[in-house]
């Protein structure tokens, strides 16, 4: 997760200063990564975390985003990438990779119809990634996640913009997981987190977090 020391403050709109201090910040961290791990081998994922919470103040799902804030993170998004792309472009580099990624988390309410992340926002960016922190998908689907998994990484992708530059699949699942307590044993819980993986590997994320 990355942000920027000088804030990130998007939710009522940008201002050109802002703006540029975002882009500087981060094509300036990106131009270090590039010298100094050129040639490592190494990729980088460049993101946030749950992007939904920022949309939705008091972590209420039922709140209907302030299309300020729908406005102000797509271009928060937009300038994080053109800076990070511009920076790979004037920076030689061989056998090091960085991506960036806006993460959702409430889907299951995008294929509801309303406001959220996937639907107002991710149409409109050029990220490289999405990452998707699956809870709303796999908590109440636990012990039968398969089907609405794929359904919900389908619809995530779905509203995705195309890359030229990028092949292949290009939605992850950033986060998941089963509280013990939900799970009762151990032995359960392996076996929940075991099906998500092998679930999200079959659809064909590049990898899967736990």
């Not at 997760?1 to 300036?28: A, N």
């Not at 131009?31 to 100094?36: A, F, I, S």
């Not at 993101?47 to 797509?74: C, F, S, V």
């Amino acid at each position: 997760w990355v942000y920027c020391f000088g804030g990130d403050p998007w939710q009522d709109g940008l201002t050109e200063t802002e703006s540029k201090s975002i882009y500087r910040e981060m094509h300036d961290f990106t131009v270090y990564l590039l010298k100094q791990y050129n040639g490592s081998g190494k990729t980088f994922f460049l993101g946030h975390w749950e992007g939904d919470w920022y949309l939705h103040p008091g972590y209420d799902r039922n709140k209907t985003p302030d299309p300020k804030a729908i406005k102000g993170m797509i271009d928060w998004l937009n300038i994080r990438q053109k800076a990070i792309d511009d920076a790979k472009k004037q920076i030689p580099h061989q056998n090091i990779e960085i991506y960036h990624y806006t993460e959702v988390n409430l889907v299951q309410k995008g294929i509801e119809g309303k406001s959220c992340l996937v639907n107002d926002v991710l149409p409109f960016t050029n990220v490289d990634y999405v990452s998707y922190s699956a809870y709303d998908t796999v908590i109440p689907n636990r012990g039968n996640t398969k089907t609405q998994l794929h359904q919900a990484l389908d619809y995530i992708e779905s509203k995705l913009p195309r890359k030229g530059n990028l092949k292949g699949k290009r939605l992850f699942i950033g986060e998941y997981g089963f509280p013990l307590d939900l799970a009762k044993t151990a032995e359960t819980q392996d076996t929940w987190s075991r099906e998500v993986c092998l679930a999200g590997l079959e659809w064909g994320c590049p990898f899967v977090l736990y």
